[in-house]
């Protein structure tokens, strides 16, 4: 009689556990991002929200854009804004430019720190700043002699990095290819954006590996929204695969006007409390911060979409 031959036990694969950051910079991008496509608020009630911000202990605010006034109503006291931030020396704060007449702008107006959004898709560059993005990728290294003559850092953020709502999905290479154009202009940091809100974490990760050999030791920061209710998962799956600098935006305001029933950005308090409860450091205080998205709320006079302005901090007294 023969023994049946023994399978051996079989161990489950593992996959090794991710390693967190112990602390992750958040930038509030509400007064910008913000309040971009809402009706022109004061000039006063900016300061009031930025007051309110400041107290929540962030360290980073983009505080505005040196657009056209025409195309971007909201933005027109942008030299204005930029005259009242010497009062929170406490803030790094940026300004969104659009062209290099916009870099002058924002530098002549005492900015130390300008964002250059470039489109990773034709269609939805020139529906936004009226070039294509080939003509976007071409404007980089101006930009940046232009800031850098000025002792000013430029950031690249690439918009539609995932998918574009004219021309779907943005194929992975065509980013890399710009985030490489951006390190090669001598860029000083890169930000990958889900403009519309489309993404998902595996495709996070996968674009965040498809960059990395590229853009080496640049630093690389995310900016999502919560169009489809991915953006606090999509912003934690960039965090574990290294990201520590992310956007967001008090109470979620904000959106964009080519993404249908778009509903803004990651609420700041509320990727603030995620990260917190993931033992990770962010500076912020969240009672601040609910206070904020509600001043916020007030400033434009609707509803906005932060779950913990709903619900509150569950550890809140």
């Known amino acids: ?16 556990a991710t390693t967190l950051p112990g602390h992750v910079t958040i930038r509030e991008v509400s007064l910008r991002d913000g ?20 107290a929540t202990g962030v360290t980073e605010v983009e505080a505005t854009a040196f657009v056209s006034p ?21 803030i ?3 300004a969104l430019v659009a062209s290099p007449n916009g870099a002058r702008r924002a530098i002549a107006a005492g900015l130390t720190d300008v964002q250059f959004v470039v489109a990773a898709t034709d269609e939805f560059s020139r529906a936004n700043v009226g070039r294509s993005s080939d003509e976007a990728v071409a404007q980089i290294a101006e930009i940046t002699a232009i800031a850098h003559d000025a002792d000013t850092t430029v950031e690249v953020i690439i918009a539609t990095s995932w998918d574009c709502p004219f021309e779907g999905p943005t194929p992975t290479g065509r980013v890399v290819d710009i985030a490489a154009a ?51 998962a999509s912003a934690y799956a960039a965090v574990g695969a290294g990201v520590t600098r992310l956007d967001a935006s008090i109470g979620g305001l904000g959106g964009c006007p080519f993404a249908p029933g778009a509903t803004g950005n990651i609420a ?22 609910i206070h904020a998205a509600d001043v916020a709320r007030q400033v434009v006079g609707h509803d906005l979409p932060s779950s913990l302005l709903r619900a509150g901090d569950r550890l809140r007294k």
Request: hydrophobic letters at 45%; proline letters at 8%.
């Open 92 to 94: 790094a704060f940026s």
């Open 268 to 289: 700041t308090e509320d990727l603030a409390y995620l990260l917190r409860d993931s033992g990770i450091d962010t500076g912020i205080d969240l009672d601040a911060a």
């Open 70 to 90: 025409s195309k971007v109503p909201a933005m027109a006291d942008a030299p204005q804004m930029a005259e009242a931030l010497s009062g929170f020396p406490d």
């Open 35 to 54: 309040l971009q496509n809402e009706k022109p608020v004061s000039l006063q009630a900016k300061l009031d929200l930025l007051a309110a911000i400041a």
């Open 182 to 232: 951006a390190r090669d202009a001598g860029a000083d940091r890169l930000a990958i954006a889900d403009t519309i809100g489309t993404t998902t974490p595996r495709r996070v990760t996968t674009l965040i590996d498809a960059l990395r050999p590229v853009i080496a030791d640049l630093p690389l920061g995310a900016h999502f929204h919560n169009t489809r209710g991915t953006g606090l």
């Open 1 to 16: 009689m023969t023994t049946p031959a023994t399978t051996p036990a079989t161990t489950p694969a593992t996959t090794p």
